[in-house]
């Protein structure tokens, strides 16, 4: 099992800026994709943004231009930059890692509430 630990979501103003943390509990020396999801209420669960070992990232148009995703190896950590914020982000947003081992591995932090007013 690897655990994932969110941090960072809260409350903001419009325009308003946040960055979530994500640290999973192990080292993953294996292939990997790292990242976020969200999903706000009656919605489906969507792509941020995400980030592999090797830093080539995939992210939605939602986040185009505000949110910048960011690793540290050594640290087993994602981050997620998010500026400009705006009411149709709140949301909460999921850490996710699928480890390429075979058969892959998924695990999913519990959760961030993220909130923007206005």
């Known amino acids: 099992q690897v655990q994932l630990v969110e941090s960072g979501g809260g409350l903001v103003q419009a325009g308003g800026s946040l960055r979530l943390s994500c640290a999973a509990s192990?080292?993953?020396?294996?292939?990997?994709?790292m990242g976020w999801y969200r999903q706000a209420p009656g919605k489906q669960r969507e792509l941020v943004e995400t980030?592999?070992?090797?830093?080539?990232?995939n992210y939605a148009d939602s986040g185009k231009g505000r949110f910048t995703i960011s690793r540290d190896n050594a640290r087993n950590t994602v981050y997620l930059q998010m500026n400009s914020l705006q009411s149709e982000d709140t949301a909460v947003y999921y850490c996710?890692?699928?480890?390429?081992?075979?058969?892959?591995?998924?695990?999913w932090g519990q959760g961030t509430q993220v909130t923007v007013s206005s």
């Open positions: 996710n890692i699928v480890i390429l081992t075979f058969p892959t591995q998924n695990y």
């Open positions: 980030v592999t070992n090797d830093r080539s990232t």
């Open positions: 192990a080292n993953i020396f294996r292939r990997n994709v």
